[in-house]
């Protein structure tokens, strides 16, 4: 009878862990590679090293873009109530594996998609740039138009 209760305890677990809400980039929408359109450009997602996806955790509605600065200006210009509590997958521009954007580290300075510029990396230790931002600093640049896209940067990071 004991091992009857720890046999079905044990299928419980297994069961509860298998349907938990949680998110990993196993949980990604697969992207279609030179198909896809940019959520917010409307351009198709190529680049590998710079891709986004946002998934709204209410809805489980996926959005791709092609750039981290499309993204940004998309949650703005869109007002999007739920950007705070938004599941932001960006490519590690090193490895090209998916990671969570609001724990990565970002620089400034590369040819992205858009020509925002920032390209993220899982650690700091992969960054190879004599600085790095984390995800609220490089949005709140992105807002500000301190980008590639602006001429006054551009000549810093050149």
Known sequence: MLFQIKKFSLLLLILFIGCSNSK???????????????????M????RSYAVEVINPKTNRYYLFDDIG?????????NIAWEKDAIIYISDAKS???INAKEAYYTLGKLTPMDYGFSAYKSKDEVKAKEFFRYDEMRLKILR??????????????
């Open 24 to 42: 990993d980039s196993s949980s990604m929408k697969k992207i279609h590679w030179d198909r896809d359109m940019c959520e917010y450009c409307k």
């Open 44 to 47: 198709v997602v190529s680049d």
């Open 70 to 78: 499309c993204t940004i200006l998309w949650f703005k210009q869109n």
């Open 96 to 98: 090209q594996k998916f």
């Open 145 to 158: 138009g301190e980008t590639m896209q602006n001429p006054s940067i551009r000549k810093v990071y050149k």
